[in-house]
């Protein structure tokens, strides 16, 4: 099994420009999240989808969108990518529930000039 | 809303010696509890997990106990190894509702030396 995978690993835009990140998972769960990690400050939520068809705001979701494609694929996007947003992004599944484990893909590393 | 405070890092060690990383949380309920470990130049994976008080979460000789009383989930191992250099991580979750947003602690950096 792959888990959870994302691409691209690394990714360099300008500001202004537009990306899409991709992950997905094989491991029929019904939730994922889209986690972003800066130095000094642990990893924050940037949006999750409890189940297919559904998607909500996290901690930090501004100037990100996200779309559940079908079950196994959530994609965060960045219509304008800015300096700010320069960070390692990680995305998640979980079979959901409730206080169950999640599953971690190995990031994507994005830096905006 | 729910927090998770981890002690100030990074913290370095000599092989064998002895570790402990200090955990406290604030929720509502009663969360489940985690530890995650990240590798340089990899993803988050599951160290250990406690969902009730007074559980004890083992892995790896890596141990943790879900204390109610102290809202603590403190991570120990008795003789670690220059393998367990890395970036550790205190989480909680909610155990009820449809979702299960993790909340983080801001992590501490493990460096063992031989």
């Known amino acids: 099994n792959a888990g959870v995978t994302q691409t691209p690993k690394f990714q360099v835009l300008k500001t202004g420009q537009s990306m899409t990140l991709q992950c997905a998972q094989d491991m029929n769960h019904n939730s994922m999240y889209w986690y972003r990690q800066d130095p000094g400050m642990g990893l924050r939520l940037i949006y999750y989808?409890?189940?297919?068809?559904?998607?909500d705001k996290g901690e930090v979701p501004n100037g990100y969108n996200v779309s559940r494609l079908n079950k196994r694929e959530f994609s965060l996007r960045l219509e304008s990518a800015a300096p700010s947003q320069t960070s390692v992004y990680f995305c998640?599944?979980?079979?959901?529930?409730?206080?169950?484990?999640?599953?971690f893909g190995p990031g994507t590393r994005l830096l905006v000039l | 809303g729910d927090s998770v405070t981890q002690m100030e890092g990074p913290v370095t060690l000599s092989e064998e010696a002895f570790l402990t990383i200090n955990c406290t949380y604030t929720?509502?309920?009663?969360?489940?509890l985690f530890w995650y470990v990240q590798y340089p130049g990899e993803g988050l994976q599951l160290l250990l997990k406690a969902t009730k008080a007074d559980d004890k979460g083992s892995n790896k000789g890596f141990e943790a106990t879900y204390r109610k009383e102290t809202t603590s989930f403190h991570l120990e191992k008795g003789s670690v190894q220059v393998s367990d250099s890395a970036v550790y991580f205190c989480a909680l979750s909610a155990r009820t509702g449809a979702n299960s947003k993790l909340t983080f602690g801001k992590g501490i950096t493990l460096s063992v030396r031989p």
């Open positions: 929720a509502t309920g009663y969360p489940s």
């Open positions: 989808s409890a189940s297919e068809g559904t998607t």
């Open positions: 998640a599944s979980s079979q959901g529930g409730g206080g169950e484990t999640q599953y």
